[in-house]
């Protein structure tokens, strides 16, 4: 993998050669060469100006990423930061009193225990329905005769 700094470096040299020979073709027709014709001049300045443009569309794209990316790694970094600043407060408040922490602790406890035991009211008493009926036989449950 190439880094990114060598790339940047072969892209701007890529580019600067282009323009270089576009310049010198320019030159040449001037002087008088007369290989190629007026269009094909202009057939290579398109095509060279159309090579341009595309690699600095890379080049945007490249930059619009890696600000997307440094952007979120900050804000990433910030967040963070502040995460720790406030554990590192809350160990040093309660490290600065180490008694009133553990009463708290203990109270906290207390609490819970309360909380957790539910009391429900207690039920109205419920009358018995009398079974003592003469009007019914006996049922008679085992032997009757003793054995």
Known sequence: ??????EEDLL???????LNALETDVDLDSAGELNSSHQ???????VGLGDIAKDLNKIK????I??????????????????EVSFLLAVQKKLSNPF??????????????GKQTIEASPLPPV???????TDL???AIGNSDGS
Do not use: C
């Not at 993998?1 to 060598?6: A, H, I, K, S, T």
């Not at 794209?61 to 619009?64: G, K, L, S, T, V």
């Not at 009133?100 to 225990?113: A, F, H, T, V």
């Not at 009358?127 to 009926?133: F, I, K, L, T």
């Open 137 to 139: 036989p006996m049922l």
């Open 127 to 133: 009358g018995a329905p009398d079974v003592n009926r």
């Open 12 to 18: 701007l040299s890529s580019l600067l050669s282009k």
């Open 66 to 83: 890696t600000h997307i990316l440094l952007g979120t790694v900050i804000v990433m970094t910030a967040v963070w930061q502040f995460n």
């Open 100 to 113: 009133k922490y553990l009463g708290d602790i203990i109270k906290g406890s207390l609490k819970r225990e």
């Open 1 to 6: 993998m190439v880094p990114r700094d060598q």
């Open 61 to 64: 794209r490249q930059n619009m």
């Open 40 to 46: 094909d001049l202009e057939s290579r300045k398109e």
